[in-house]
C-alpha cells in the first residue's frame, strides 16, 4: 500500500481559509494515489490562547481560541459542527482550573484535536472525499509533560496495527499533530512545532513514500524573512543539515523533527498549496553554506548560526565566516555538529547585523 503523509501547519489554517487550503492540498496529492495521511496543527493563534488558558485560568482566552474554530464552521455552513464545538468549550471550562501537570498538556492540544474535527467535516461533508479523523494516531510518549519523549518501539508497532486498518477502508485520514499518549491514555505535548516531527514519525514508522511540509513561505529560505531582508529559496538540502537548521531554530522546526528521517527512502519537500516550487530534502550532501538562524541562548544572549554541509570542518568556509564575525569584535567561533558554526552576541541589534552580514556571503554562495 503506497502512504504519502502531509503535514498543513497552522500559519495555513486561518479563518476564511481552511476550504481553499484544504483543497489545493488534495488537489496536489490527487496525481500521486495511493492512500493520503494528513497531519494538522491549531489553527494560527490557538495554541498560544490555549497555554494562556491554562496557565492563567484564563476562559476568555479558552472562548477565544474555541470561537476561530466556531466561527470558521459557520463561515462554511458546517452548523452542526459548529454547535458541537460550542459543547466542547463548555467541557474543557471544568479544566483550566485545574494545577495537575497533565490537565495543561490536555487543554493545549486541543488546538490539534479541533482541527482534525474542522477538517474532516471539510474534506468529508464539502470535498466529498472518503475521508476519516483519528484522533489518537498512536505516538506513545513518556509523562515528560510539555515535551514528552516518544516510545519509538511501541509507537511503531502502534501506528502500523491502527493505519494497516483504517486505510484499507478510508482514502485519506487526518490526524493531530503535536501530542501522544501515555501507557495510561494520557494526553501529551511533543513541545512547540510538535506537529512537524508527528508527521515524520508517521512517514517513517508507515514507510511512506513521500512526506510534503505545507508552510506558508513556500519551503526553506536562506533566512528567517522578519529579519534577513533577501532570504532565498533553498532548492536542496540534505537531512543532516535540515536536523541541524532544525535544533538551531530555522523555520520554527521541532528540533526533532528531521530524526526519524536520517538515511531514509522517504521524499521529504517543504511547500505551500499553491506553487510546484519549494525544497526537497534529500540523503546527499553538498559542502556549501545553505542559510543562517538567529536564536536566543535561555542566558540574556543570542546565537547566530550558519549552516551547511560539513561547514565546520572545512577551514576555507569556516575562515571566512571567522573573518565577518571578527569585525564585531567576537573572537570565538563554535562548531554546531559537522553542519553548522555559531558564534554568540550579546545585543540583538548586533545580532541582526552580524546575520545579515553573515546571509550576504551565503548568498554569493547559494546563487
Do not use: Q
Not at 462554511?76 to 463548555?90: H, I, M, P, V
Not at 515535551?147 to 483504517?166: D, G, I, M
Amino acid at each position: 500500500m503506497d502512504v504519502r503523509v502531509s503535514k498543513v501547519g497552522g500559519s495555513l489554517l486561518t479563518n476564511g481559509n481552511v476550504l481553499n487550503v484544504m483543497n489545493h492540498v488534495v488537489e496536489r496529492e490527487r496525481p500521486y494515489g495511493g492512500k493520503l495521511i494528513i497531519v494538522v496543527s491549531a489553527m494560527k493563534g490557538v495554541t498560544d490562547l490555549l497555554i494562556r488558558a491554562s496557565d492563567n485560568h484564563d476562559p476568555k482566552a479558552l472562548d477565544d481560541a474555541i470561537l476561530m474554530y466556531v466561527n470558521e464552521a459557520l463561515n462554511l455552513g458546517l452548523n452542526k459542527l459548529a454547535s458541537f464545538l460550542e459543547l466542547t468549550r463548555e467541557e474543557l471550562r471544568r479544566f483550566i482550573n485545574l494545577e495537575d501537570p497533565w490537565i495543561r498538556d490536555y487543554v493545549v492540544i486541543h488546538g490539534e484535536l479541533l482541527s482534525v474535527l474542522l477538517v474532516e467535516n471539510v474534506l468529508r461533508d464539502l470535498l466529498e472525499l472518503n475521508a476519516r479523523a483519528v484522533y489518537e494516531p498512536g505516538i506513545m510518549t513518556n509523562d515528560s509533560w510539555g515535551s514528552a519523549l516518544v516510545n519509538h518501539e511501541l509507537s511503531s508497532r502502534y501506528v502500523v496495527n491502527r493505519f494497516r486498518k483504517l486505510l484499507s477502508a478510508y482514502d485519506v485520514a487526518i490526524v493531530p499533530g503535536f501530542l501522544g499518549v501515555t501507557e495510561d491514555g494520557r494526553y501529551t505535548s511533543l513541545g512547540r512545532g510538535g506537529s512537524d516531527y508527528t508527521a515524520s514519525l508517521l512517514a517513517n514508522y508507515l514507510g511512506a513514500s513521500r512526506l510534503t511540509f505545507y508552510t506558508d513561505s513556500g519551503g526553506l529560505l536562506s533566512g528567517d524573512p522578519r529579519i534577513i531582508n533577501d532570504p532565498v529559496l533553498i532548492k536542496e538540502i540534505s537531512y543532516g543539515e535540515a536536523n541541524v537548521a532544525s535544533m538551531l531554530g530555522a523555520k520554527k522546526f521541532h528540533p526533532r523533527t528531521f530524526e526519524p528521517l536520517m538515511n531514509s527512502r522517504v521524499v521529504t519537500f517543504i511547500t505551500d498549496p499553491w506553487h510546484e516550487s519549494g525544497t526537497y530534502v534529500i540523503n546527499n550532501c553538498i559542502t556549501a553554506p545553505k542559510l543562517v538562524t538567529v536564536s536566543e541562548t535561555g542566558r540574556d544572549g543570542f546565537r547566530v548560526s550558519v549552516v551547511g554541509c560539513n561547514l565546520s570542518l572545512n577551514e576555507r568556509l569556516r575562515s571566512e565566516v571567522t573573518k565577518i564575525v571578527s569585525s564585531y569584535e567576537i573572537n570565538e567561533v563554535r562548531n554546531e555538529h559537522n553542519h553548522a558554526i555559531s558564534t554568540l552576541v550579546n545585543d540583538w541589534d548586533d545580532a541582526i547585523a552580524l546575520a545579515r552580514d553573515v546571509h550576504r556571503w551565503v548568498r554569493v554562495w547559494i546563487a
